[in-house]
């Protein structure tokens, strides 16, 4: 079962919670999907559970995130249905290629990773759904559509999580906020802003010309002075505190 991240909205016959228009609404034309997994296994399944559905049509298939671009700019799919960790080039990382070269498409992972960090990166990278593999074949082709409409699909325990997360995120923020904000070193705030741009630590190395280890340290240290546990809540607590602003 898949939980829409939006408005409380009424469900369907399928149990499944949305916002937006009418999953069920008739379309002229199919909903165009490319497949984007390293299994071709997991691949080929997908594709025979989804040609079974006559509103859905698989259009192609990749094996990592850099033929996914490819395939995307020559197919223009309505929905890219894509693993989180792969070879080559991962799911999030392809995400804002995908949306230079196909910009009308909404990106769907499908994963195994119930991690919050790829979740929180998912969203920030453009991704409009986060499913756990754990989901029915069925479930699959309904959030197809509930995102071909509109909706936000996020796995209900991913999205019990990221709720949690940030209630806990404004609950340690009231708490400090008659706290001066802690200083942080010119380094440190430059580490801060491309943290906040979704860049990992090896980018971040080489952008600032310094080790990985170094740029390690670096989030280390502003976790320590901030009170923090995690760099999602680091790129928060920096906004709304105005130690930098993301444009």
């Known amino acids: 079962?898949?939980?829409?991240?939006?408005?409380?909205?009424?469900?369907?016959?399928?149990?499944?919670?949305?916002?937006?228009?009418?999953?069920?609404?008739?379309?002229?034309?199919?909903?165009?999907?490319?497949?984007?997994?390293?299994?071709?296994?997991?691949?080929?399944?997908?594709?025979?559970?989804?040609a079974a559905e006559e509103d859905i049509q698989v259009v192609g298939e990749a094996g990592d995130g850099a033929e996914a671009v490819d395939k995307a700019a020559d197919l223009l799919p309505d929905i890219v249905l894509m693993d989180v960790r792969m070879p080559r080039r991962g799911g999030i990382e392809a995400c804002t290629s995908l949306k230079e070269v196909a910009p009308s498409a909404k990106i769907i992972m499908l994963t195994i990773s119930d991690e919050e960090a790829d979740l929180y990166d998912a969203i920030k990278a453009g991704a409009t759904g986060y499913l756990l593999k754990e989901i029915?074949?069925?479930?699959?082709?309904?959030?197809?559509?509930?995102?071909?409409?509109?909706?936000?699909?996020?796995?209900?325990?991913?999205?019990?999580?990221?709720?949690?997360?940030?209630?806990?995120?404004?609950?340690?923020?009231?708490?400090?906020?008659?706290?001066?904000?802690?200083?942080?070193?010119?380094?440190?705030?430059?580490?801060?802003?491309?943290?906040?741009?979704?860049?990992?630590?090896?980018?971040?190395?080489?952008?600032?010309?310094?080790?990985?280890?170094?740029v390690k340290n670096h989030v280390r240290n502003i976790l320590e002075k901030l009170q923090l546990h995690s760099r999602m809540e680091a790129v928060v607590y920096a906004m709304r505190e105005k130690i930098l602003e993301i444009r």
């Open 136 to 214: 029915s074949t069925d479930e699959v082709a309904t959030a197809i559509r509930a995102v071909a409409d509109g909706q936000s699909q996020i796995s209900p325990s991913m999205a019990s999580k990221l709720l949690t997360e940030f209630k806990s995120m404004i609950q340690r923020t009231d708490e400090r906020r008659l706290v001066p904000a802690p200083r942080l070193t010119d380094r440190e705030l430059e580490v801060l802003k491309l943290v906040a741009t979704g860049m990992n630590n090896r980018d971040i190395a080489k952008e600032l010309f310094i080790s990985e280890n170094t």
């Open 1 to 50: 079962m898949t939980d829409s991240f939006g408005p409380p909205a009424d469900e369907d016959a399928d149990g499944v919670a949305g916002t937006g228009p009418d999953p069920d609404a008739s379309r002229a034309e199919p909903i165009r999907v490319l497949v984007v997994d390293d299994h071709a296994l997991f691949r080929r399944g997908l594709e025979i559970v989804l």
